[in-house]
């Protein structure tokens, strides 16, 4: 072991480890979507985004958007997240339209 | 002298006729809803005071408007302004101004709430509210509270102030500069991660290093000039390397804490994580005996022996070291098939060089776990697991000891027989766990069987329940005659 980790741990019985009739290049495991782990941001994107769109808040809908980027900064299969991902902004974006160019709420003048 | 005091003194009568009327036309507005009658009571006796001090220069006199009487909200109305001025030449002005007379009938004496439910009650608006902005609109209950808590000064009525304006876009500030500092930090974090990873990848990936001298294949691709990382995300680095004896290949990923992302940095000053970095090393089959061994430190030993299901059926953890032997370092704890296995793959080597209590003082806090095993669920069954933390850019020298456990262990389980003695405990616990692992299948086979043959049944109802009268009485007189026909006795018939 001390001449392993001197020489590099080439050899254990002196000669030459490497053997390159057995070298397999390198095949990435096929995962399932199940397999995937959970996408946290996304799914709170698109709950945020539905609730400032139905309710109106301009709050859940900022925040939406905060949870699209961090699930955009965090993405790792670019197929199975996009979905999620596109309808989580969709609907942060409609948010906010529908909260600062569309008619005010609806009971909310002061009394 | 006294021609100067009699020109003095008719301007004064009339002012004081002004005020008079002024003040009935106060009084008067004191009804509708915003007025406090005795805030204008104040407002006539500095008014008063004012006109005493003030003999010959004009009066102007502002009236606060009085407040719209319709539903909307937003349309303010212009303020009514008197103006008198005094001068020598006309002693005697009209006492009388003109004034608006504000209408008798309170606007809320003919409110009904049931008949107009839903509808915002009329009042009187603040000209700061009009002059907000669309954005800041009802639905906005920030700008509401905003507006509410500080009326805008006569000079400023068309602008908000800037403290104003804060308040009310609030929100909007805090989640666009947050976005600003997410966008910043993205770059800074990614940049961060990737000189870790390549830090690694030059002190022991690269050539004439200790991956190099170990493996004839480097990197993801098959040709020569193929990169030796692969990045599967802004945080997770993949380096791969085969063409050795004794073993298929070795993956070793590097996880790095989310310095990319904000949100998980702030989680992280909650629940602090380290970089590490996981190799793992898939065994040829015909190379690795009978080994089921775990080292990490004693809490993690005790979570892996709970959670890890090779180490749950073959493995315990150890209480004492073999006999006559140097052991590992106090804080670790080794979990394994039999003593006689931890002895042999636990050797002073790899005492002197990590595990043993004075090299473990300088490098444990590198080291998370090793796990190597031949009864690993999943994809491959020989498995060699190992765990280290980290080190940043700077002080990757310092795991060199630590990568060098990975030959090192590839050649000593390549290598390693068990005594047959121990082989035959080993054995039994893995024919036991295979007839287990056997039984368990069957079972899962039944229940498809049982549940195709069910699903057969129901599928077979669901078309009888289809079938039309005459085609059941059809069936059952097909199925009377079969019944008929196996009910008579066999006649045999012989040939004369």
């Given at each position: ?12 019985g ?19 979507p ?26 859940c ?9 961090q ?11 996009l ?17 600062y160019l569309?008619?005010?709420?609806p ?5 | 002298?006294?021609?100067?005091a009699?020109?003095i003194?008719?301007?004064r009568a009339a002012?004081?006729?002004l005020?008079?009327?002024l003040?009935?036309?106060?009084s008067?507005a ?15 006796a ?47 002005p ?9 209408n ?17 009650v ?6 700061d ?6 954005e ?13 808590a500080?009326?805008?000064p006569p000079?400023?009525?068309?602008g ?6 804060l ?8 989640c ?21 990873a390549l830090?690694?990848?030059?002190r ?9 001298k170990?493996f ?26 085969s063409g050795?004896?004794?073993c298929?290949?070795m993956?070793?990923t ?5 310095r ?9 000053l ?7 970095i996981?190799f ?20 993690a ?7 890890e ?6 493995a315990?953890?150890?209480t ?10 106090d804080e670790?704890?080794v979990v394994?098939e ?26 444990g ?6 796990h ?14 190992f ?36 082989r035959?405990k ?20 039944q229940?498809?069987?049982q ?9 077979m ?20 005659a079969?019944q008929?026909?196996?009910?008579m ?8």
């Open positions: 072991m001390k001449e392993a980790a001197s020489s590099g741990g080439g050899s254990a002196g000669s030459d480890p490497r053997m390159a009739s057995t070298a397999r290049p390198y095949t990435p495991p096929k995962l399932s199940q397999d995937l782990p959970i996408d946290y941001a996304g799914f709170l994107a698109v709950v945020f985004g539905v609730v400032g769109v139905m309710l109106r808040y301009k709050v809908s900022w925040i939406a958007i905060i949870f699209c980027a699930s955009l900064a965090n993405m790792k299969n670019f197929e199975n997240d979905k999620q991902l596109s309808m989580a902004f969709m609907f942060a974006v409609m948010g906010l339209v529908t909260n569309g008619p005010p709420r009971g909310s003048t002061k009394r | 002298m006294a021609t100067a009699s020109l003194r008719p301007p002012l004081l006729l005020l008079l009327a003040s009935f036309s106060l008067l004191a009804h509708f809803e915003g007025f406090d009658s005795d805030d204008l009571h104040s407002a006539h500095d008014d008063a005071a004012s006109a005493d001090g003030d003999d010959d220069e004009g009066l102007e006199v502002e009236l606060p408007p009085p407040p719209p009487i319709s539903l909307s909200t937003s349309s303010p109305s212009p303020p009514v302004t008197t103006t008198t001025s005094s001068s020598a030449s006309n002693p005697n009209d006492p009388n101004p003109t004034r608006a007379t504000p008798p009938t309170p606007a809320l004496d003919l409110w009904d709430e049931d008949e107009f439910e839903g509808i915002p009329p009042e009187a608006t603040s000209s509210e009009s002059s907000a902005p669309a800041a609109a009802p639905s906005d209950p920030v700008a509401d509270a905003a507006a509410e500080a009326p805008a000079g400023r009525a068309a908000r102030r800037p403290a104003e304006l308040r009310a876009y609030s929100v909007e500030i805090a666009v500069s947050f976005l600003i500092c997410f966008l910043l930090n993205y770059f800074t974090g990614k940049r961060q991660n990737e000189a870790i830090a690694w990848a030059t022991f990936a690269t050539r004439d290093s200790i991956f190099d170990n004839s294949l480097l990197g993801t691709g098959d040709g020569k000039d193929t990169p030796l990382l692969m990045k599967e995300g802004q945080d997770v680095f993949k380096f791969y390397a050795r004896r004794f298929q290949g993956l070793a590097m996880e790095m804490r989310a990319h992302d904000l949100l998980s940095k702030l989680v992280e909650v629940f602090p994580r380290k970089d590490t996981t793992e090393v898939v065994m040829n089959e015909e190379t690795m005996d009978h080994v089921v061994l775990a080292v990490a430190r004693k809490k030993a005790k979570t892996m022996q709970k959670e299901r090779d180490l749950q059926r073959f315990g953890v150890l004492s070291a073999p006999a006559g032997r140097r052991w590992v370092a670790l704890a394994a039999s003593k006689e296995v931890a002895g042999d793959m636990i050797t002073e080597a790899v005492l002197d060089q990590v595990l043993g209590d004075k090299a473990f003082e300088k490098f806090k590198w080291f998370i776990s090793l190597f095993s031949d009864q690993l669920a999943g994809s491959y069954k020989k498995v060699l697991s765990k280290f933390v980290l080190p940043d850019a700077s002080n990757m020298a310092e795991m060199t000891r630590l990568v060098a456990l990975v030959p090192y262990y590839i050649d000593l389980i390549g290598r390693y027989k068990l005594s047959s003695h121990a035959s080993t054995e039994g616990a893995r024919s036991k766990a295979a007839q287990e692992a056997f039984r368990e299948q069957q079972g899962l086979r229940e498809a069987l549940r195709k043959k069910a699903e057969k049944k129901k599928l109802e669901e078309a009888e329940a289809k079938l039309s009268a005459e085609a059941l009485r059809k069936k059952e007189e097909k199925d009377r079969r008929m026909k196996k009910s006795p066999k006649v045999k018939m012989l040939r004369s």
